[in-house]
């Protein structure tokens, strides 16, 4: 496309302006409002409020009054004006040839009310007059550009970059010199007429402007596009500084509170490994003093046996403590090893059972190490121990869902009965329960799960059922 003529003024209004941006010049302005452009700048474009009062004068300079020459503006129709007398058109631009009250317009551009028609206007006399309609109607409050080209021999008109008409003209265009440029008056007694509506970037060309640079005109773009942009784009950064800033922060809040939640789990961790420690302590202790039962009864040959059971239980039992898990395949033989080391003492008169239910892989299910044997435990020395008639204990494992399994430790011993009549080992009875009892919570506060442990008493007195809930493990997990 070829670049845009130079035009020799131009009134942009940018900023409530009145001067040109090239000669200096100065227009005078009555009862205007300076309004948004269309390109939403604000205070851009002048509005003329359809009387009388309201006006534009650019003055009597001869650079406004060419012979051959061009001039360009935006216009925007607010309303049709009907008030005043004479033709039923509303002036936009109008520069005299006379100051006679018909044939007057050297040249001028009319917004017809009967049509909604832009229509430019070039006489000489009354006998000599051109008129080029546009094409097709305008709407109301919609921008248009307007181009109108004249020389001696033709006169063009063109809106939104499309040519509209050319007619021969064939006169020399002449003024009132003495007269000004005037938009949206007449100053006619006769024809008085006004305009409602917007004006903006009116140029003036000493040329005839071609479809090329009438084109270029018309599709310029925004000369303060940067300065909106950038106008826009504070606000917009800001909010993006603020967001940025709120992101940042609650980042640093997050890492903090993540660092926070490590170092808790940690301590969880640390003193998790404190209570399994106590407690390993807790069942060698047992374990010793069963076969010093054995010893100091004389019962050398079962206390050997006991013996050799043991120690092949507690490296097993040690080997575990190696990791914070233990499958429960290996959890149930544990199990069975320890109720045969103390079924020893017992002649064999307990009997055992330990089942799973709904575990696919007992191999590959993990559990935290050492927290049903204590249950076991207390079930054989509190419950079974001073039972005369038959003994029994039952272990079931059953899957809940894939992060928890049961775990069900049942007796038919002789129940928790007041402290006087079992005193042997409350206290470390007690101190295993307690310890379970952290660990759970600690593992629910690592884990974020709901394990818990419940104690009941069978009626009568007729033995406890033991129900812990447990968590379902990574091989590795703490």
Same mark, same amino acid.
């Given at each position: 496309?070829?670049?845009?003529?130079?035009?020799?003024?131009?009134?942009?209004?940018?900023?409530?302006?009145?001067?040109?941006?090239?000669?200096?010049?100065?227009?005078?302005?009555?009862?205007?409002?300076?309004?948004?452009?269309?390109?939403?700048?604000?205070?851009?474009?002048?509005?003329?409020?359809?009387?009388?009062?309201?006006?534009?004068?650019?003055?009597?300079?001869?650079?406004?009054?060419?012979?051959?020459?061009?001039?360009?503006?935006?216009?925007?129709?607010?309303?049709?004006?009907?008030?005043?007398?004479?033709?039923?058109?509303?002036?936009?631009?109008?520069?005299?040839?006379?100051?006679?009250?018909?044939?007057?317009?050297?040249?001028?551009?009319?917004?017809?009310?009967?049509?909604?028609?832009?229509?430019?206007?070039?006489?000489?006399?009354?006998?000599?007059?051109?008129?080029?309609?546009?094409?097709?109607?305008?709407?109301?409050?919609?921008?248009?550009?307007?181009?109108?080209?004249?020389?001696?021999?033709?006169?063009?008109?063109?809106?939104?970059?499309?040519?509209?008409?050319?007619?021969?003209?064939?006169?020399?265009?002449?003024?009132?010199?003495?007269?000004?440029?005037?938009?949206?008056?007449?100053?006619?007694?006769?024809?008085?007429?006004?305009?409602?509506?917007?004006?903006?970037?009116?140029?003036?060309?000493?040329?005839?402007?071609?479809?090329?640079?009438?084109?270029?005109?018309?599709?310029?773009?925004?000369?303060?596009?940067?300065?909106?942009?950038?106008?826009?784009?504070?606000?917009?950064?800001?909010?993006?500084?603020?967001?940025?800033?709120?992101?940042?922060?609650?980042?640093?809040?997050?890492?903090?509170?993540? +660092?926070?939640?490590? /170092?808790?789990? $940690?301590? %969880? *961790?640390?003193? =998790?490994?404190?209570?399994?420690? @106590?407690?390993?302590?807790?069942?060698?202790?047992?374990?010793?003093?069963?076969?010093?039962?054995?010893?100091?009864?004389?019962?050398?040959?079962?206390?050997?046996?006991?013996?050799? +059971?043991?120690?092949? /239980?507690?490296? $097993?039992? %040690? *080997?575990?403590? =190696?990791?914070?898990?233990?499958? @429960?395949?290996?959890?149930?033989?544990?199990?069975?090893?320890?109720?045969?080391?103390?079924?020893?003492?017992?002649?064999?008169?307990?009997?055992?059972?330990?089942?799973?239910?709904?575990?696919?892989?007992?191999?590959?299910?993990?559990?935290?190490?050492?927290?049903?044997?204590?249950?076991?435990?207390?079930?054989i020395w509190h419950g079974l121990k001073n039972k005369l008639d038959e003994k029994w204990v039952h272990v079931t494992f059953k899957a809940i869902d894939e992060k928890l399994l049961e775990c069900t430790v049942e007796d038919n011993g002789l129940g928790r009965r007041p402290k006087q009549n079992a005193p042997e080992m409350e206290g470390n009875k007690s101190l295993a329960t307690g310890f379970i009892e952290a660990r759970l919570a600690l593992i629910n506060s690592m884990h974020?799960?709901?394990?818990?442990?419940?104690?009941?008493?069978?009626?009568?007195?007729?033995?406890?059922?033991?129900?812990?809930?447990?968590?379902?493990?990574?091989?590795?997990?703490?």
């Amino acid at each position: 496309m070829k670049p845009a003529a130079t035009p020799v003024a131009r009134f942009t209004f940018n900023n409530k302006s009145e001067t040109d941006a090239i000669g200096g010049r100065h227009a005078k302005l009555h009862d205007v409002m300076f309004r948004e452009d269309r390109f939403g700048n604000p205070d851009h474009a002048v509005y003329l409020y359809g009387n009388e009062n309201s006006y534009i004068s650019l003055g009597t300079d001869s650079i406004f009054k060419p012979k051959t020459g061009s001039f360009s503006l935006w216009i925007r129709v607010a309303s049709k004006v009907a008030s005043g007398c004479g033709y039923q058109a509303n002036p936009v631009i109008l520069a005299k040839n006379t100051t006679a009250d018909d044939f007057y317009e050297a040249y001028g551009v009319n917004f017809s009310i009967k049509d909604n028609y832009m229509v430019v206007n070039c006489s000489q006399d009354s006998l000599r007059q051109v008129v080029i309609p546009g094409k097709r109607p305008v709407n109301l409050d919609t921008w248009y550009h307007l181009v109108v080209a004249f020389d001696y021999s033709s006169i063009w008109l063109y809106i939104d970059g499309e040519l509209q008409g050319r007619q021969m003209k064939n006169f020399e265009t002449v003024y009132v010199p003495s007269d000004s440029v005037l938009l949206g008056v007449t100053a006619n007694k006769k024809n008085n007429r006004f305009f409602m509506g917007y004006i903006d970037d009116l140029e003036f060309y000493d040329k005839v402007l071609d479809a090329d640079e009438v084109r270029a005109i018309y599709h310029a773009p925004d000369p303060n596009k940067v300065r909106t942009l950038l106008k826009k784009a504070i606000p917009a950064c800001g909010v993006l500084l603020l967001l940025l800033a709120v992101y940042l922060i609650m980042r640093f809040r997050i890492k903090r509170q993540r +660092k926070q939640l490590e /170092l808790k789990n $940690k301590l %969880l *961790e640390t003193e =998790l490994r404190v209570n399994r420690a @106590l407690m390993n302590p807790h069942f060698v202790y047992n374990s010793l003093y069963s076969i010093q039962s054995l010893i100091l009864n004389h019962e050398i040959e079962q206390a050997n046996t006991y013996l050799v +059971k043991f120690s092949r /239980l507690l490296r $097993k039992t %040690l *080997e575990s403590n =190696l990791s914070d898990t233990i499958s @429960l395949e290996a959890e149930v033989e544990l199990l069975s090893q320890f109720i045969e080391i103390e079924n020893l003492k017992f002649s064999g008169t307990i009997h055992s059972k330990i089942t799973t239910e709904g575990i696919v892989s007992p191999a590959t299910t993990y559990i935290p190490v050492l927290m049903i044997q204590p249950f076991v435990e207390n079930a054989i020395w509190h419950g079974l121990k001073n039972k005369l008639d038959e003994k029994w204990v039952h272990v079931t494992f059953k899957a809940i869902d894939e992060k928890l399994l049961e775990c069900t430790v049942e007796d038919n011993g002789l129940g928790r009965r007041p402290k006087q009549n079992a005193p042997e080992m409350e206290g470390n009875k007690s101190l295993a329960t307690g310890f379970i009892e952290a660990r759970l919570a600690l593992i629910n506060s690592m884990h974020g799960l709901n394990c818990y442990l419940k104690i009941t008493d069978k009626p009568g007195y007729g033995g406890t059922v033991v129900t812990i809930v447990i968590p379902i493990l990574e091989k590795k997990a703490a």
